[in-house]
Every structure is written in structure tokens, then in C-alpha cells.
């Protein structure tokens, strides 16, 4: 039962445009929603997250926006850079529930810019 | 400010044996999450402890898998008897308390 889901596998996207990456979750318990980027053989790399109580939320060339009702999440980055090409997973966890703490992933997208 | 530790980064073993992961998670952070990620998917949880409690387990095979967090040292993860399906790259993670989790360079197990 995958209740995080990238439905991309792939995106690629021309250096300087926006990149626009999707999830979808299913569990209404989830209230935290993050972002990490994934190079080959290195752990993931915190980007941005975002709680539920908030729609949007921006770090210089991310963002991150929310919309609970239809249970999906996006990250933007604008402009992309050669830099950005790695694999990207959205991540959720049910945080205001003692014990719950732990992350679900989606498959993660990976992203290629093209120069 | 040192970031997550995880040693070995690569660990060859062959069926049978057992396998000890290390992780030192960041200063001043008592939470430190395993994940398992096999070959072309997503992380996987598998346990969540705090100094000396395991809080959740529900991600951890019922057998041959156990891990801990001493009130002093690193936190291990430990694999006995080793099987081909072990092979996987296992990252631990660690948070100062529910926020966000920040992870370690992994280490890559593999079973012969």
C-alpha cells in the first residue's frame, strides 16, 4: 500500500525553466510533508518541508505548495540549474502523533537539466 | 558541526554472517531513525529509538533484525545471518526531537 506517490519516475527540464515535481498521499493522518534530493551513493539531503497548517512555503529557488483537499503536494524550482539533476523524494509523517514520527517516501522523481 | 555518521560506508558479507551498522547522529539530537532502501524504490522505515528506547519497531523484520540506541555511543543496527535480501543501502537519520529528520551518507551492504 504506497501511501506516498511520485507518479513520475522521470523529468527533464531546460536549464533556467521552472521544474515542477508532484506527489499524491492517501494517509489524512500525515501533517508534515518534506522534500529531499538524492545524489548516487549519498544519503538524502533535506530541501524544504512544509507543516499542514500552511499552503506555501519558499526557500529561495524552492517551493513547496500544499493542498490538503486534494491530498497533493508540489515543489518548484525556478530557475533550474545543471546542479538540481539528482532524484527527488517527497516524504510525509504523521508528527503530532507521539510515536509517529517516522517518514513515508514516495519512489522519488529523477530530475535531469539539461544545459 | 559535524552531520550524521554512518559506518562502515560499504560492508561485504557473505550468507550467514552478521552484519553491525554504526550511526552517530548530530550533536545535540536524541531521535535517529533506520531506513532501508532496496535497489530502484523509495526509503523504507524501519525503527525509531530515543537513548535507551526503542519507540517504534513496526518497519523491522521480526526475525534476525535489532537495533539500539546506548545511553552512551552510536546507534546499531544489527543483521544476523545475513541473506541475499539484505543487500540493500541503509541509512539512519537523526532529529533534535519531531522535526526534521537529517540523514547520513548511508552504508551500502552487500550479501554474497
Known amino acids: 500500500d504506497q501511501q506516498v506517490k511520485q507518479n513520475s519516475p522521470s523529468l527533464s527540464v531546460q536549464e533556467g525553466r521552472i521544474s515542477i515535481l508532484n506527489c499524491d498521499y492517501t494517509?489524512?493522518?500525515?501533517?508534515?510533508f518534506l522534500w529531499y534530493k538524492k545524489y548516487p551513493a549519498e544519503g538524502p539531503t533535506f530541501l524544504i518541508s512544509i507543516s499542514s497548517i500552511k499552503d506555501k512555503n519558499e526557500d529561495g529557488r524552492f517551493t513547496v505548495f500544499l493542498n490538503k483537499s486534494a491530498k497533493h503536494l508540489s515543489l518548484h524550482i525556478v530557475p533550474s540549474q545543471p546542479g538540481d539533476s539528482a532524484v527527488y523524494f517527497c516524504?510525509?509523517?504523521?508528527?503530532?502523533?507521539?510515536?509517529?514520527?517516522?517518514?513515508?517516501f514516495g519512489t522519488g522523481t529523477r530530475l535531469t537539466i539539461i544545459p | 558541526n559535524a552531520g550524521v555518521m554512518q559506518n562502515p560506508r560499504h560492508l561485504v558479507r557473505r550468507r550467514g554472517q552478521e552484519a553491525r551498522l554504526r550511526c552517530s547522529p548530530m550533536k545535540g539530537h536524541s531521535h535517529v531513525y533506520w531506513y532501508r532502501q532496496l535497489p530502484e524504490e523509495g526509503l523504507k522505515f524501519m525503527v525509531y529509538l530515543q537513548k535507551e528506547n526503542i519507540i517504534d519497531e513496526s518497519g523491522m523484520p521480526k526475525e534476525r533484525f535489532s537495533a539500539e540506541f546506548p545511553k552512551e555511543g552510536p546507534s546499531i543496527l544489527r543483521i544476523q545471518q545475513v541473506v541475499r535480501g539484505d543487500s540493500a543501502a541503509y541509512f539512519c537519520?537523526?532529529?533534535?526531537?519531531?522535526?526534521?529528520?537529517?540523514f547520513g551518507p548511508g552504508t551500502r551492504l552487500t550479501v554474497l
Open positions: 516524504a510525509a509523517s504523521a508528527r503530532s502523533s507521539f510515536g509517529n514520527e517516522k517518514l513515508t
Open positions: 494517509n489524512s493522518m500525515f501533517d508534515y
Open positions: 537519520a537523526s532529529s533534535r526531537n519531531t522535526d526534521t529528520q537529517y
